[in-house]
């Protein structure tokens, strides 16, 4: 799987209290959306499925975080939880177009978890940026054999993301 799209978009709200002189322990919760990808062909760059379906990876977030502070501007964050993958809901079809019978959506099993790191400069009191890195372990659900009824589980769509934050505090 290659990226189709670059663009992220996550959007996190919680609560960080102070555990100690410069560390703050919290909750968070919030949801993302990590952009889109498209099946290519490793030899030649082709698609797998010439009709171009675009495929995205979102959901909702429930976690933890915490923050330290370096020296009193820097800071290193991490953060981690339950990541609950969307349900695309896709009949699977050859590069022709046609039914290949396996299907998925409507089906448990999509939850799986999320974490990152990152570091940055708070600005003032109020405000902060910084850069992170998040690694999604997704799983996509069940894909199912309409013909048969078997399930195949285990199927991943997890990825790694590098990204600017900035970060509001009261």
Do not use: C
């Not at 600005?123 to 799983?139: K, P, Q, R, S, T």
């Not at 078997?150 to 590098?162: Q, Y």
């Amino acid at each position: 799987l290659f990226p189709y799209t670059t663009l992220f978009r996550s959007v996190l709200g919680g609560y960080r209290w102070k555990a100690g002189q410069d560390l703050g322990l919290g909750l968070e919760a919030g949801y993302t959306d990590l952009g889109n990808y498209r099946v290519k062909n490793v030899f030649n760059d082709n698609d797998v499925n010439q009709r171009r379906t675009r495929n995205a990876l979102r959901g909702w977030m429930v976690g933890v975080n915490g923050k330290l502070n370096l020296v009193p501007q820097w800071y290193i964050s991490a953060h981690g939880g339950y990541f609950r993958a969307n349900d695309n809901s896709n009949n699977y079809n050859n590069s022709v177009g046609q039914d290949l019978g396996f299907s998925n959506g409507g089906r448990p099993g999509r939850g799986s978890w999320y974490a990152g790191i990152g570091t940055g400069w708070d600005i003032n009191e109020h405000f902060g940026l910084g850069v992170n890195y998040d690694y999604f372990h997704a799983n996509a659900g069940k894909v199912r054999n309409n013909a048969t009824g078997d399930v195949s589980t285990g199927l991943k769509r997890s990825t790694g993301i590098v990204s600017l934050a900035g970060e509001y505090r009261f």
